[in-house]
């Protein structure tokens, strides 16, 4: 209970001031599982502006929905009033909000059992879907009907195969052949918000369960780029293990599928690092392990290139990944004895061009392949008398 010290001082300054609070969603589960806690989220019967003069500190992030950012001895805790909620028309917000006093209340609006329980300053469960049994069964179950909590919001049909990648528990009957039969739902949702999903789901110790779900649920169907690559996912539920994340998801399906990074990356929508990132990684795989290649690499994603290459060529790279990385004369262009301001004092007669650029990374890959010592004088020997271009 350590972890929710700072958590139960924040409830019971509630408290004291007449409020009920509880602990509620993912760190209550992770709890009771066993598994390390993540953000610790408040649920209270005070309504925010009520939040807000309690303690001095106070960020309205999503006021309007009952939710308010708490900062409390150099920490930051969400805290949510109870709420009941109407239909979704956008299938993301409720169109209304109605502050409750009842945590029971609070609680039926959540998507899966396990994620509505509520637990007191004092250890004690709220518990009123048999969240504790789904826990011990290992199974995910809807609170109340399937059909109305993903036709409220079709995300949570993804958030289930996430929870599946991260828990390894398994989808109950009804939740699955709602997810089949209205796989269609999820094109109603922004590609960003499944993006969130999907980086969560590749990272899961299980990723290969949830993998074989989105299969047999055919939710593949209503993703970007996958709906026209029927054997993809038949590919990826095979060989897939846990990952480090999108870039490294997008490489892999890259190199399978032979559409392009770039191609991926606008169909999801995703950051420029993250195609940074995957163009490295699939470059790298299609690539013999070499200290050059080894270099280009930059060393964040050597742990990102290894787990690909155990998927894509079934080797186990690691140690030779280190030990070449130890090995390489320079780790950046920076390092290289020789600059452009050099080449233009040793080539005076020569107009400034691109062959300055050319011959410093010429330069620089002789050195990294140990064909040239990383010594001014020997570099500059060799631009002028011994490099051919």
């Not at 805790?77 to 909620?85: L, N, S």
């Not at 490294?248 to 195609?275: F, M, P, R, T």
């Not at 690499?297 to 290894?306: E, I, K």
């Not at 990294?368 to 570099?379: A, W």
Request: aromatic share 8%.
């Amino acid at each position: 209970m350590k972890i929710f010290e700072k958590a139960f001082r924040v409830m019971n300054e509630l408290e004291l001031h007449g409020y009920e609070s509880y602990l509620v969603g993912g760190a209550v589960r992770d709890y009771l599982i066993g598994k390390s806690v993540g953000d610790l989220d408040i649920a209270t019967s005070a309504k925010p502006e009520q939040v807000m003069k309690v303690f001095d500190k106070v960020i309205p992030v999503g006021i309007e929905h009952g939710t308010v950012l708490v900062r409390f001895e150099k920490e930051s805790f969400e805290i949510t009033t109870f709420r009941t909620e109407g239909t979704y028309s956008d299938y993301r917000h409720p169109d209304r909000v109605e502050f409750v006093t009842d945590i029971t209340a609070d609680l039926a609006r959540r998507d899966y059992t396990v994620n509505a329980i509520a637990m007191d300053r004092n250890g004690r469960i709220v518990d009123p879907f048999s969240g504790r049994e789904a826990i011990g069964k290992q199974q995910l179950i809807t609170v109340g009907n399937a059909y109305d909590r993903f036709e409220e919001d079709p995300l949570r049909m993804m958030r289930g195969v996430r929870f599946v990648s991260q828990l390894g528990y398994e989808l109950d009957q009804e939740a699955r052949e709602v997810m089949e039969s209205r796989r269609s739902w999820l094109n109603r949702i922004a590609i960003e918000r499944i993006a969130i999903e999907l980086e969560k789901l590749c990272r899961g110790d299980y990723v290969k369960t949830a993998v074989r779900l989105l299969l047999q649920a055919k939710l593949w169907e209503a993703l970007p780029v996958f709906n026209d690559h029927p054997a993809l996912i038949e590919k990826l539920e095979q060989r897939m293990q846990p990952l480090g994340g999108l870039s490294e998801w997008i490489a892999l399906c890259a190199i399978y599928s032979g559409i392009s990074v770039q191609d991926w990356v606008k169909h999801w929508k995703l950051s420029n690092s993250v195609k940074q990132e995957a163009q490295a990684l699939s470059h790298m795989l299609q690539s013999d392990l070499t200290a050059w290649t080894v270099y280009q690499l930059p060393p964040h994603l050597d742990a990102g290139y290894c787990r690909l290459a155990g998927i894509y060529k079934e080797k186990d790279v690691q140690d030779d990944v280190a030990r070449i990385r130890a090995k390489l004369p320079i780790h950046q262009s920076a390092d290289l004895a020789v600059s452009g301001g050099d080449l233009v004092s040793w080539f005076p007669d020569r107009k400034k061009g691109s062959w300055i650029r050319e011959l410093v990374q010429a330069a620089e890959k002789a050195v990294v392949e140990s064909r040239i010592p990383n010594d001014k004088e020997r570099l500059k020997e060799w631009m002028l008398h011994g490099y051919n271009a």
